[in-house]
């Protein structure tokens, strides 16, 4: 076999800590974007900022900032474990909080593009025929800003499959629970194994690839309303 | 938001000013070492380095790490001078690949594994809580990568705890990152090197079990000189300098043996 079971654990973990975390951003950044391209708030700079703020720091900060909230002397890991669910470090759960936290300006901000790209007016001939402000946004909007969404839902996914920094700071490398891709072939590259560091970083190299190409040679056919 | 012209003159000079800031100017004499150091080992080198520089009036430049990412570095070209690695097995590549001078390979220290707790009072000094299981997670070295988790395995192994225990472990990816879980209560145990919780000949804070010697292969550590450094005077001294009986002192000091 090209890749051993340990590899084919570790490509089914990534897959699902992505999966998992983009379809978890659609629901939070959705409204988070939607509320950026509509308001007029002096709140709209501070929160764009906080949401840009994983393109700069580096994973170091945030995976220093998620271990010490979610330890046990955390406010975070005090309400988890309060609530009986235990402590976030070292889980997946843990890894999926990080990963929505690391690529959420990968979803809201292209879908906040999309909603503001699309302007006032669909709305308000909308509203003239009488659509509620929530029906409005699920039937003109939503389908609207769809190539937004479909561009924003890739980079997300990608992004989370490309993590190292955040997982390899609070992750502790539990094989099946937080030793994703990435980690496995850092393992490899440590232990000299150069081997099986080639294969699995081929594998996710080529997979990168063709995610990029799929995203950069889609076009969205140009709606008029 | 539009800035002031005679602002943005003054961060352009201030970024100027520190992009050309120069380095420390070398003195004639007095060289710069750059050396590679494992992680368990930080302590005592800083220790050990101070005092090298006060005596000599050399520098020297360290970098803490996994021993197996330092070989790999080297390996492709880092610009390391010397190594003190966490086992024999990478100065010995390193010397067998004609990275590492031929010869110049010695154990400079011995080290010492401990079963330890950010809390005081949780380990007694014996490994009963192991048995228990009264505790979260036990945190280790990855023992693919570091002698000090190897050293933990064969503990548990030794202690017939291994199968049970496997499924609580979490793997630091060096002793330091497995050190920092437990010191930061995200695991309540771990395995981690004497040296990181001694200070003056005794554990400082939480609670640990010395483990015995006889549990586990004995962990040691050899230093390397890579050809890089050969004719640097700073690394030659720095080398000697590890051996001499003040440099061994300070290591025993942090709970390490010596030969």
């Given amino acids: ?225 | 938001m539009k800035v002031r012209p005679h602002v943005s003159i003054a961060l352009l000079l201030a970024l100027a000013a520190a992009v050309a800031a120069p380095g420390a100017a070398p003195s004639a004499t007095a060289g710069e070492a750059q050396i590679a150091v494992a992680a368990n080992f930080t302590a005592p080198m800083k220790r050990i380095t101070a005092l090298f520089e006060q005596d000599t009036g050399h520098s020297v430049r360290t970098s803490y790490g996994a021993t197996g990412k330092f070989y790999a570095q080297i390996r492709n070209g880092a610009p390391f001078e010397a190594l003190l690695a966490a086992d024999q097995k990478r100065p010995e590549r390193l010397e067998a690949e004609g990275v590492g001078v031929p010869g110049s390979r010695f154990t400079y220290a011995i080290g010492s594994l401990v079963l330890w707790s950010a809390k005081p009072g949780l380990v007694e000094n014996d490994p009963s809580l192991l048995r228990t299981g009264n505790f979260n997670k036990l945190s280790v070295a990855n023992p693919k990568l570091a002698p000090y988790g190897e050293a933990a395995m064969q503990t548990l192994s030794a202690l017939r705890l291994r199968q049970a225990l496997e499924p609580r472990l979490v793997m630091g990816e060096n002793i330091a990152q497995t050190f920092q879980f437990v010191d930061t209560g995200n695991a309540d145990l771990g395995f981690v090197a004497l040296s990181q919780v001694m200070q003056d000949g005794r554990i400082a804070k939480g609670s640990g079990w010395i483990v015995p010697g006889d549990l586990h292969a004995p962990i040691r550590q050899d230093a390397v000189m890579l050809h890089r450094g050969r004719d640097n005077p700073a690394v030659i001294e720095l080398i000697a300098y590890l051996q001499s009986e003040k440099a061994q002192a300070v290591i025993r000091d942090f709970g390490y043996q010596t030969e």
């Fill in chain 1, 1 to 225: 076999m090209f890749l051993s079971d340990a590899d084919l654990e570790a490509i089914a973990l990534t897959l699902r800590l992505a999966t998992i975390t983009t379809l978890i951003l659609f629901v939070v950044g959705t409204p988070i974007a939607w509320w950026l391209s509509r308001t007029r708030s002096r709140w709209k700079g501070p929160v764009g900022a906080v949401v840009a703020l994983p393109l700069v720091l580096p994973p170091s900060v945030l995976g220093f900032y998620l271990l010490v909230t979610m330890g046990p002397n955390g406010p975070v890991g005090w309400l988890t474990q309060t609530l009986g669910i235990g402590l976030l470090p070292f889980s997946f759960w843990g890894l999926v909080i990080g990963s929505v936290f690391y690529s959420l300006p990968f979803m809201v901000q292209p879908v906040q593009n999309a909603f503001e790209a699309m302007g006032e007016r669909p709305l308000e001939v909308a509203a003239t025929l009488r659509a509620s402000p929530l029906d409005r946004f699920f039937t003109v909007a939503l389908p609207l800003a769809a190539p937004g969404f479909v561009t924003a839902g890739i980079l997300t996914f990608a992004h989370t499959v490309g993590e190292f920094g955040v997982v390899l700071m609070i992750g502790g490398n539990i094989p099946g629970e937080t030793r994703v891709a990435s980690v496995q072939i850092y393992d490899y590259v440590e232990a000299l194994e150069y081997g099986n560091a080639h294969r699995l970083a081929a594998v996710l190299l080529v997979f990168s690839f063709l995610v990029l190409l799929a995203l950069y040679s889609w076009r969205p056919h140009p709606r008029k309303v």
